[in-house]
Each structure stands twice: as C-alpha cells, then as structure tokens.
T-cell receptor, first 115, second 114 residues
Framework: AQKITQTQPGMFVQEKEAVTLDCTYDTSDQSYGLFWYKQPSSGEMIFLIY??????QNATEGRYSLNFQKARKSANLVISASQLGDSAMYFCAMRVSYGNNRLAFGKGNQVVVIP | SQTIHQWPATLVQPVGSPLSLECTVEGTSNPNLYWYRQAAGRGLQLLFYSVGIGQISSEVPQNLSASRPQDRQFILSSKKLLLSDSGFYLC?????????????FGSGTRLTVV
C-alpha cells in the first residue's frame, strides 16, 4: 500500500523567510505523481504543485518549488519569501497509476507565518 | 470554464437522520470523481470513487453510500447518520490534462452529527 509521511510538528515562520516542508513516500509503483495542497482555515484544498515520477527537473510554481529526491523517496515543498497568507495546513499527496488513480494524503503540516 | 460545485457548505444533523451531499462538475465530460472525508486535524481519507455513470467503488466499509446518476453528478448519502460520520467532506475531480493537471476539490461540506 502507498504511504505518505509528514512528521514535522507545527511550524512558525518569520514573514519573508523560506520554509521547507518534509514529505516522504513509499510505493512500489514506477509511475506515480506527487502533489502538494494548501488548506487554509476555510477548508478548501488549493493545489500548489505537481511532480511526476519521471520528471527529471524539480517542479516550480511561483514561490513554490518541490525538492524531488526519487532515490530517497522524498518530495519536500519549499515556500520562498513567506507571506502572512501562507498560514495554513499543507498536505503532501501521491497519485498511483493503477486502479482508480486515487490520491493518498499525508497527515499534513501546520504552518503559521508571523510578521 | 471547468468548475466543481459542492453543497451544502455546512450541515448539522441529528443521529439517525438521512444525509445527501451533492457534487457537480461543469465544463468537462466523463470525469473521475472522488469523495473524501477529513476528520478534525487529520488528513483526507478516500471514501468512494467513480469513473462513470452508475460506477461506484467503495474504499471503506461504513454506513455511507454514493451514487452517480448523471455524468457530472456525484452524491454521497446515508440512511441513518452516526456520530462518527461528523467531519469535513470533500468532493474531487481528476483533471486529465492541461497546465492545471491534478485534482480539483470542491469547497467542502462541514457535517456535524449531534
């Protein structure tokens, strides 16, 4: 079974600083996708960034980048220049290529950006 | 444009009452649709998924059920709610292609069973 692990406790980040959120995964699939979602207090799940298992370059989307280390099975999210609006829960998720193409989620990381 | 709608946003229901949550997608056809539940402070758990009309797969045995009566409509139901059914329910749609590849979620329904 696929497993996503996010073990960091809640984090306080100074505004304008960078923050790295750790995510490790476990799968026997060769083809899979990794996602990061942001969930503010309103509850909506906001897509941030995607990395395919065959992508050779790390994904970037604006202030978000994904540090993909395939051999170590890690997919850490880096948020540069934190903003107050970045305060939220962040979830790492993995899509598997067979069956229903489900997303399996980690338990999330709470980030609070302080001015 | 492609959008996903989910309602109601908030629901308070007594134990033993029925439930119906609706999710609809616009701007696409034959989408893969998913129902997830999020308990307080936890990650998302997949409940049901559907690859087409009338095709439902259940991930977790429970007193909930799902139906897909139309191509872009996905309904989560229960005949009798339990206290343990409280949570945040999210419908999701898998986008197949484009720069926004991924899974788009509805705005969610916060269900409290009392």
């Amino acid at each position: 079974a696929q497993k996503i692990t996010q073990t960091q406790p809640g984090m306080f980040v100074q505004e304008k600083e960078a923050v790295t959120l750790d995510c490790t995964y476990d799968t026997s699939d060769q083809s899979y996708g990794l996602f990061w979602y942001k969930q503010p207090s309103s509850g909506e799940m906001i897509f941030l960034i995607y990395q395919g298992s065959y992508d050779e370059q790390n994904a970037t989307e604006g202030r978000y980048s994904l540090n993909f280390q395939k051999a170590r099975k890690s997919a850490n999210l880096v948020i540069s220049a934190s903003q107050l609006g970045d305060s939220a829960m962040y979830f790492c998720a993995m899509r598997v290529s067979y069956g229903n193409n489900r997303l399996a989620f980690g338990k999330g990381n709470q980030v609070v950006v302080i001015p | 444009s492609q959008t996903i709608h989910q309602w109601p946003a908030t629901l308070v229901q007594p134990v033993g009452s029925p439930l119906s949550l609706e999710c609809t997608v616009e701007g696409t056809s034959n989408p893969n649709l998913y129902w997830y539940r999020q308990a307080a402070g936890r990650g998302l758990q997949l409940l049901f998924y559907s690859v087409g009309i009338g095709q439902i797969s259940s991930e977790v045995p429970q007193n909930l059920s799902a139906s897909r009566p139309q191509d872009r409509q996905f309904i989560l139901s229960s005949k009798k709610l339990l206290l343990s059914d409280s949570g945040f329910y999210l419908c999701a749609w898998r986008r197949w292609k484009g720069s926004n590849y991924g899974y788009t979620f509805g705005s969610g329904t916060r269900l409290t069973v009392v």
